[in-house]
C-alpha cells in the first residue's frame, strides 16, 4: 500500500508541477512532437527549432520564479509568460533558420542555457531565508533524481519493446527512439520541475500569517536539507580527492612556476576543471557541519584564488602566441569568474553565496556580448 500510495504522491507532483509550470510543459510538449516529426522523418532541418523551444523552456520556468518571488497577480503571471514568448521568438530570428553548423552561434547558445539555470536556481533566493547554496542543492538532488529515475524507466521500456518484439509481433526500430524521446523530452523535465521546492512567494508573504509562513518556510528547509548519504559521499569522499588533487598541483605549480607552468597548454582545461570541481564542491559542503566540510570552506577558496590567478596570467600570455581564440577567451573569463568566486566565498558568509551567481550572470552575458 505504501509504494502504491508513493506512486500517487509523485503522480500528484507531475500534475502540480505541469500546474505551477504551464508554458514550460508546452514547450516541452511541443518539443516532443517536434522530435517525433524529426524521428519519422530521419532529419535533423529543425534543430535551430529545437535549441529554440529548449530556451523557452528555461526563460519560461524562470519567469515562473521570478512571478513568485516578486508579484502575486494573475496578469503579471500572464505578462511575465509573453515576455518569455517573445524573447524566444527573438532568439529564434536572431539564430535563424539555416542548418549549417555555427560553433559561435552553438557555444552563445550554450551560455546562454548556463544563464538561465544559474538564474532558476538563484531567483527564488532573492531576499529569502533560503540561501543559494541551498537551492543549489535543491536542484542537484533534483537533477540526479531524475537522472535515476529516466536511467530505470528508459530501461524498463526497452525490455518491454524487446520483449515484444522477440515474443509476440515485430516492432519497428523507431519505437526506442520514439519512447526515449518521450522520456527526456517530456516526462525528465516535468520530473525535475517536480523536486523544485514551492518557495515562499510574494502572495504568500502578503497574505499568509507569520505562523504560516515560518511552518512553510521549516517545511522548505526540511526539502532543501543533506541527505546523509550525500554527506557522506560530500564529506568522505569528494573533499579528500578534492584536496589531494589540490596538493599535487600546488607541487607542480611550485616546482614549475618560473618554466613549464607558463607554455604548458594541457594545463589549461585541467585548472579549468579543477575550478569548477572545487566551486561545485564548495556550494555542496555550505549545507554540511562536518570538520572535514568546515576546513574546506575555510581553506580551499583561499587557495582556488592564487591558483586561477596565476593561470589566468598564463592564459593572456599565451595571447601574443596564438591571439585571442574562442576557447581562450572563455578561459579568462571563467578565470575572472573563478579568481572573485573564491573572494566570495573567502570574505562573505554562506548565505552570501548568491553573489557568485550575479557575478556569473554578469560576465556570461557579457562574453555573449561582443
Known amino acids: 500500500m505504501k509504494l502504491v ?19 514550460t510543459v508546452l514547450f516541452l510538449v511541443v518539443i516532443a512532437g517536434l522530435n517525433t516529426y524529426l524521428i519519422q522523418q530521419e532529419t535533423d532541418d529543425y534543430i535551430n527549432y529545437v535549441y529554440s523551444l529548449i530556451v523557452g523552456v528555461f526563460l519560461s520556468a524562470v519567469a515562473q520564479h521570478i512571478y513568485e518571488r516578486f508579484f502575486e497577480k494573475t496578469s503579471q503571471r500572464i505578462a511575465l509568460m509573453g515576455g518569455s514568448l517573445l524573447l524566444t521568438l527573438l532568439y529564434f530570428y536572431t539564430i535563424g533558420s539555416s542548418t549549417v553548423y555555427d560553433l559561435e552561434m552553438t557555444v552563445k547558445t550554450s551560455i546562454i542555457f548556463l544563464i538561465l539555470a544559474v538564474a532558476f536556481i538563484w531567483v527564488p533566493t532573492i531576499k529569502n ?27 524498463g521500456v526497452g525490455f518491454i519493446i524487446f520483449a515484444v518484439d522477440q515474443l509476440l509481433f515485430s516492432v519497428d526500430y523507431k519505437a526506442n527512439l520514439h519512447s526515449a524521446n518521450l522520456i527526456i523530452s517530456l516526462f525528465s523535465p516535468i520530473f525535475f520541475l517536480s523536486y523544485t521546492p514551492g518557495y515562499v512567494t510574494k502572495k504568500d508573504e502578503a497574505t499568509q500569517t507569520p505562523e504560516k509562513l515560518v511552518a512553510k518556510q521549516n517545511q522548505i528547509k526540511n526539502e532543501v536539507s543533506v541527505p546523509k548519504v550525500l554527506e557522506l559521499l560530500i564529506s568522505y569522499i569528494l573533499i579528500p580527492l578534492t584536496a589531494i588533487f589540490t596538493v599535487i598541483l600546488l607541487v607542480y605549480l611550485l616546482q614549475n612556476i618560473t618554466g613549464d607552468f607558463w607554455t604548458n597548454n ?12 572545487v566551486i561545485l564542491v564548495y556550494l555542496l559542503a555550505s549545507n554540511i557541519e562536518t570538520k572535514s566540510a568546515l576546513l574546506f570552506r575555510k581553506i580551499f577558496p583561499k587557495v582556488l584564488v592564487p591558483i586561477v590567478l596565476f593561470q589566468t ?33 573567502s570574505i562573505l558568509p554562506v548565505k552570501k553565496n548568491g553573489w557568485i551567481a550575479v557575478v556569473l550572470i554578469v560576465l556570461s552575458v557579457i562574453s555573449i556580448t561582443p
Open 313 to 345: 596570467i598564463s592564459s593572456v600570455l599565451k595571447i601574443q602566441e596564438t591571439g585571442l581564440t574562442h576557447g581562450r577567451y572563455y578561459v579568462i573569463l571563467f578565470g575572472l569568474f573563478a579568481v572573485i568566486a573564491g573572494l566570495i566565498f
Open 129 to 155: 531565508r533560503i540561501t543559494f547554496s541551498e537551492s543549489y542543492l535543491s536542484a542537484f538532488k533534483a537533477f540526479f533524481t531524475t537522472v535515476l529515475f529516466t536511467v530505470i524507466l528508459y530501461a
Open 266 to 277: 594541457l594545463l589549461e582545461p585541467m585548472l579549468v576543471s579543477y575550478s569548477v570541481t
Open 5 to 23: 500510495q508513493n506512486i500517487q504522491d509523485k503522480f500528484q507532483g507531475l500534475i502540480q508541477a505541469s500546474k505551477r509550470y504551464p508554458l
